[in-house]
C-alpha cells in the first residue's frame, strides 16, 4: 500500500542511538516532514550479530513502523542497509532506503585517486557491500574497508574525546593512514561522532564522507519524486520509540538533536 | 516438577560469552555434571539494558533450558543475577542460583577492613544488589561500586592485553584504588579475563574475588543436598546453544575452555 496522504511520517530506524546523527540531518534538509523514529535499544548492537538476525529484526521494525502509517522507511543504520536493505525493500510495499548508497555516490563523487577508505562494523565491513556498491558505480575504484569495533562503546560511553580513543583511532587506522586513499566514508552513524578526532589523526588530505547528508537528500528526491513530500506547512512532529527504557536514549538524543526530545516510547519489538 | 533424575544436566546461562568463566570452574570442581550452556548472543550485551527487559529475556531462556529437562539453573551472568534471580526463583520449580551470593560470601569471608569493592556493568552495579546481599551478611560492611562499561566491549574485541586497557582501568579504578578497600569482587563474567591487569593495577593489598569459584561449590551444595549429584560415572556431556551465529562464540569458548567446542547450535530464543 503506497501512502499517497504526503503528511504521513517518514520511518527512521536505527540499533540504537546512532541513527539519530541521520535524523538530525533530515530535520534539516526536510523540515516539513514528520519523523516516526526507532531505536533497538533491547538487541543493540547490530554490528557484532548475523545477517539472519540483522534482517530478522529489521523485519519487526518495518512491520512496526508501518503501523504508524509511514509513507518512507530510511534504514538509520549502516550495518541494516548493508545486510539487509536488498531483502527488505523487495518485501515491502513502502519505499526502504539505506545509507549505503548514498555514501558511496559522495566518496565516488569526491576521490580523485579512485582509492576510497570505509570504517564500519565487523558485519557491514564483512559483507563488502560498500566494495559492491562503489564499484558498481566507478570500476576503476579501488576499496579498503576496517572494522573499527570499539568506536561504537567509546562513543555510547562518552569517550569521544578522552586521549584513549585517539590510540583507538591509530589501533585501527593505522594502515588505511599509509595507504593512498583520498576519500574515506565514516560508514557507521556513531562514528560521525568521532569525526574531528579522525579528521585530525588524517589530516587534510583525506576527505571524510559521513553519509547523513546524502541520504537526506536522497529522501528528499524519492518524496518529491513521488509527489509525496509534506507541503502541508504545519510544524513537523517527531516520535521516538525504543525498545529497552527511555533514560539513556533520551540524555543522548538531547546531546545530538538540536531541541530536547520530552517524550520517547518503550514498545516490545518482538511483538511485531 | 523436581528431576529426579541425576544424570538431568544443569543448565547455564550467560548474555554471551562471558558465562563461559563460569561453566569452566563446573567443569573443574564438578566433572560428572552435563552441562546445557546458552549464550544469548543475539542481545548481548545486557548490562546497559533494563530490568524489565532482562528479566524477559532470562524467562525464555529458563523456558529453553526446560525444553532440555534441565535439574538446576546457574545463571552466569551478574546482571541477570542482579536484577532477575528473585524474580526467576519464585517462578520455577527448578532450583535457579546466580552470581552474586556467591561472590558476596567470599568477599565477606576474604575482607579484613569490611570495605569491599565491587565492579561490574551500569545494570549491576545500579542495582546495588551486591550492596544489599553484602550488608545482609556483614552489616558493619560498606561496598563501594563502579561500573565499568568499556570492560566488556575491550575483552570482546581482544584489547584484553593492549595497553588502552590498563589506561582505561586506571580511568575508571583509580578512586577506588585510593579508597581503603581490601577486597574486590569482579562482578561480571566478562572481567576474570582482565584479572592480571587488574591484580597488576590494585597491587598485592587488595585480594580480588571472581565470584565464579564459589558459585560452582554453591551448585555442589545444591545438587549434593538434595541428592542430584551425578553418580553415573559416565563421561560428561557439554551442549552449547546460542541465539546469534556460532564462529564468534566459537571462538572465544575454545580460548576459554579447557577443550574444544566443536559443535554450537544457534536457536531463536524469542519464541522461546
Excluded: W
Aim: aromatic letters at 8%; one cysteine or more.
Amino acid at each position: 500500500m503506497i501512502h499517497k496522504d504526503r503528511t504521513a511520517p517518514v520511518g527512521v530506524f536505527d540499533s540504537g542511538v546512532g541513527g539519530l546523527t541521520v535524523a538530525r540531518e533530515i530535520m534539516r534538509q526536510l523540515p516539513d516532514e514528520n519523523i516516526v523514529y526507532f531505536g533497538d535499544t533491547a538487541r543493540v548492537p547490530y554490528g557484532s550479530k548475523s545477517k539472519n538476525n540483522i534482517i530478522r529484526f529489521s523485519r519487526q521494525i518495518i512491520r512496526f513502523l508501518e503501523t504508524k502509517s509511514v509513507k518512507a522507511i530510511v534504514i538509520a543504520c549502516n550495518t541494516a542497509s548493508a545486510l539487509a536493505l536488498d531483502v527488505l525493500k523487495e518485501e515491502s510495499d513502502i519505499p526502504v532506503i539505506g545509507v549505503i548508497t548514498p555514501g558511496a555516490r559522495a566518496a565516488v563523487k569526491e576521490t580523485r585517486s579512485k582509492k576510497i577508505g570505509v570504517v564500519g562494523t565487523e558485519a557491514t565491513i564483512r559483507s563488502h557491500t560498500y566494495s559492491k556498491v562503489i564499484t558498481e558505480m566507478e570500476p576503476e575504484a579501488s576499496v579498503i574497508g576496517k572494522p573499527c569495533p570499539l568506536f561504537v562503546p567509546l562513543v555510547e560511553e562518552g569517550f569521544a574525546k578522552h586521549h584513549v580513543t585517539d590510540e583507538i583511532i591509530e589501533y585501527y587506522l593505522k594502515e588505511m593512514k599509509h595507504s593512498d586513499i583520498d576519500t574515506m566514508i565514516l560508514g557507521c552513524t556513531h562514528y560521525p561522532l568521532l569525526r574531528s578526532r579522525i579528521m585530525e589523526y588524517f589530516g587534510k588530505d583525506v576527505h571524510i564522507v559521513n553519509p547523513a547528508y546524502e541520504t537526506a537528500m536522497d529522501l528528499k528526491a524519492l518524496l518529491v519524486g513521488q509527489d509525496m513530500d509534506n507541503d502541508s506547512g504545519n510544524l513537523a512532529r517527531y516520535e521516538f520509540y525504543v525498545s529497552d527504557t527511555a533514560e539513556k536514549f533520551k540524555h543522548f538524543a538531547n546531546s545530538i538533536l538540536p531541541y530536547n526530545v520530552e517524550t520517547i516510547q518503550q514498545i516490545n519489538i518482538e511483538e511485531y
